[in-house]
């Protein structure tokens, strides 16, 4: 499956930002998603994540609260909600898929997904 990553920008701090991940080429049930972000000098990071049929969610302790991540299986979408952004959430944002078996099932290691959408950056100024 091919992702398309896009909604990144600058905002202040205390702002919103919503991310989407489009896939294109077949359909997004069947994979579990995640979204990582890399900020500069640091590695990749985990930040959250969403199982295929949506029912279960798993987020980073830094971004826990804040944001939330959601998916339209008939839209082929999974969006990342990020309120109260901080200086600290600053970094260039990739979501990732991967197929499953597992309906409920959450990966949270680069490592576990095979596709990788390109990156959008956010940038939150203080």
């Known amino acids: 499956v091919q992702l398309q990553a896009s909604g990144g920008g600058l905002v202040q701090a205390g702002g919103s930002l919503r991310l989407s991940c489009a896939a294109s080429g077949r359909t997004f049930n069947g994979y579990a998603v995640g979204w990582f972000r890399q900020a500069p000098g640091k590695e990749r990071e985990f930040v959250a994540a969403v199982s295929w049929d949506g029912g279960n969610t798993h987020y980073t302790d830094s971004v826990k609260g804040r944001f939330t991540i959601s998916r339209d299986n008939a839209w082929n979408t999974v969006y990342l909600q990020m309120n109260s952004l901080k200086p600290e959430d600053t970094a260039v944002y990739y979501c990732?898929?991967?197929?499953?078996?597992?309906?409920?099932?959450?990966?949270?290691?680069?490592?576990?997904?095979?596709?990788w959408g390109q990156g959008t950056q956010v940038t939150v100024s203080s």
């Open positions: 990732a898929a991967r197929t499953t078996y597992y309906s409920g099932a959450l990966y949270y290691t680069d490592s576990d997904y095979a596709s």
